[in-house]
Each structure stands twice: as C-alpha cells, then as structure tokens.
C-alpha cells in the first residue's frame, strides 16, 4: 500500500507570491490533516478535512486554506508569503478521524526568501 | 491549545531510562505519542485513550492521568534507534490533535 505522497518536495518562493502544495492520502483514508513545523514551534495545526469539507481549522491566518477533492487528495493554499511561512509543511491521513493513528508524508519543505 | 512537554532534550546512555511528560491544559479524549527521527516523517508510537490506561509498544510504554490532563511516555533500556524528536498530541474535541513543540531525545554508546 502506497504511503502518503506530498509534492513538490522542495519550494522556494519570494514574499508576496502565492504556493499550493498537494497531499495524496493512503488509499481508503479520507480524513487529511495539514500541520506547519518549525524547530521552535513543533507541529502546528492547520486544519482537517473530510469528505470534501473542513472540520477544524487550527489558529492561523486567512492566507492559509486548503480544500480536499472527491478523491480525498487535498491541497492548501498560502497567499501572499512572508518569511516567517519558511516551514516544513506535513499532511497525515487517517482512515476517518483524525484521533485514529495518523501517516505522515515527508512533508514540503517550504523557503520564502 | 497546544500541550506542553517536558523535557525539552535530554541524552542518554545506552540502557539508560527516560520519561517524557505531557501536560494539557484542556481535558482530554485522548493522548497520542510519535517518534521523529531527523530527516523523516513523525511516526505512530501509540494512542491512550480516556481511562488512565497504560500502553507498552517493545521498551516503550506510556500512561494517561485524565484527572490531571498529563501524560507520561517512558522509554526503558534505552537503545541508539530511541533517538529523534518524541511529540505528543492531545485531543481536546471532535476532529482535532494539537501536538507539542517535542523532546528532542540523543542515545549515545
């Protein structure tokens, strides 16, 4: 069974501009979660997703969106990027809540110069 | 929301033992541990759920205080594959888990 895919690997983009990234889950799983990480601040929960819909969305600002498709891959948005949205950004699936056992992808590593 | 951990770091020897806490501030569903090794995608250790049960996965074993809204992972004998970041995660409703900022754990020979 394949693992939880996430791409691009690496970004670098420059403040101001916008970046998608994409999550595929594991087969069967429909709940996708999206966390930021960075060394001080650990994992930073961003949202949930189920059946096309969010059900929690974590405390950060509106630059940050996602959305997830019928297929259950789910992509996130940041507009207008600042410096401070240099991260390493996780997705995990579960197969429908996310207080099951998560899988992680090995994330986007994300540079906003 | 976020839980807070404790030890930020520690280094062991091997065989050495640990503990790692966790603490909410929130009541909480359930309490979930990961392993992070460098470089690497966080790993499912184990899940506790509401109950004050304890769980052991090989020399790792963790328990969960309800009352308290803690948490503690014990790692025993500590071996060179225990090193990388330890999280916990705590869910505090429906459809949520907030992780902690982690323990950076080291075993060295």
């Known amino acids: 069974k394949a693992g939880v895919t996430q791409t691009p690997r690496y970004l670098i983009k420059t403040r101001g501009q916008q970046v998608t990234l994409s999550c595929s889950p594991i087969s069967g799983h429909r709940s996708v979660s999206w966390y930021q990480q960075t060394p001080g601040q650990g994992l930073q929960f961003l949202f949930e997703y189920f059946s096309e819909t969010q059900r929690n969305k974590g405390n950060f600002p509106g630059r940050f969106s996602g959305r997830q498709f019928s297929n259950s891959r789910s992509e996130m948005n940041v507009s207008t990027l600042e410096l401070g949205d240099s991260a390493l950004y996780l997705c995990?699936?579960?197969?429908?809540?996310?207080?099951?056992?998560?899988?992680f992808g090995s994330g986007t590593q994300l540079s906003v110069l | 929301q976020q839980p807070v951990q404790s030890p930020q770091a520690v280094i062991l020897r091997e065989g050495e033992d640990a503990v790692i806490n966790c603490s909410s501030s929130k009541a909480l569903y359930s309490v979930h541990w990961y392993r992070q090794k460098h470089g690497e995608a966080p790993v499912f250790l184990m899940i506790l759920l509401k109950g004050g049960e304890q769980k052991g996965h090989d020399k790792i074993s963790a328990s969960f205080n309800e009352k308290k809204q803690q948490s503690s992972l014990y790692l025993t004998a500590s071996q060179l594959s225990y090193s990388g970041t330890y999280f916990c995660?705590?869910?505090?409703?429906?459809?949520?888990?907030?992780f902690g900022t982690g323990t950076r754990l080291t075993v060295i020979p």
């Open positions: 995660g705590t869910e505090t409703g429906a459809n949520n888990l907030f």
């Open positions: 995990a699936s579960s197969f429908q809540v996310p207080n099951e056992k998560l899988f």
